[in-house]
């Protein structure tokens, strides 16, 4: 799954055309922008040990066809003021707007579960219809015996089926080759 950075945007007017896109949505931190690098095997979005660094909308093409878009991370005060205000406004209009959206994926973080805000997000994309996936980061933060009970409790919290799930961690090419297969087929 090959990619190339396309515009970092922070109007709906501003993103580039596309046939079929997906969105990485979380918490700052959960790991949106270096989920997306692992994927793509290239370090194309910004990861930073400061939450809330991604602010703008990051777009990348896929070969042979779609788009990723990287999202500002929710949930971080320290963001400024002002983006804290125009952060909703955007994402919702991208959300609702983007027809081209196939899937936006809602990363929890898989060692502490769904916080409160993903819980709102989640509500908040099955109340606006906006097709999405679940998926769990940091599986590998996550002790084996434990990633069992982990993976139903994160289930049980978000409301979706455990298979539903998808658990994902940098260093499990495995699991990573699984999300790619999925994302080919709702692009196509
Ligand atoms: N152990 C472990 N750490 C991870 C994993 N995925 C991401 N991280 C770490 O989590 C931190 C945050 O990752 P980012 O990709 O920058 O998170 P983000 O969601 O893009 O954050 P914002 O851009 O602030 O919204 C980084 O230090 C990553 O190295 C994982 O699977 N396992
Ligand atoms: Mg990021």
Avoid at 31 to 55: D, I, Y
Avoid at 89 to 107: C, D, F, N, P, T
Wanted: charged share 30%.
């Amino acid at each position: 799954m090959s990619a190339k950075f396309l515009a970092a945007v922070v109007r709906f007017e501003e993103l580039p055309e596309t046939t079929a896109e997906i969105a990485f949505l979380g918490r700052s931190n959960v790991g949106k922008s270096s989920l997306l690098n692992a994927l793509v095997g290239e370090k194309l979005a910004f990861v930073s040990s400061t939450p809330g660094r991604t602010q703008v909308l990051a777009c990348f093409k896929l070969q042979p066809r779609g788009t990723l878009v990287d999202c500002p991370g929710y949930g971080y005060a320290k963001v400024s003021k002002e983006l804290r205000r125009e952060w909703p406004a955007m994402i919702e209009e991208y959300l609702l707007g983007r027809e081209e959206l196939v899937k936006a994926l809602l990363l929890v973080d898989g060692e502490i579960g769904p916080t409160a805000s993903d819980l709102t997000m989640l509500a908040w994309l099955r109340e606006n219809d906006v097709p999405h996936a679940v998926i769990a980061t940091k599986r590998d933060k996550v002790r084996p015996s434990k990633r069992a009970n982990r993976a139903k409790e994160i289930a049980t919290k978000c409301k979706v089926d455990p298979g539903d799930v998808v658990h994902v961690s940098l260093d499990d090419g495995k699991a990573l080759g699984g999300l790619r297969d999925l994302m080919r087929s709702w692009l196509s």
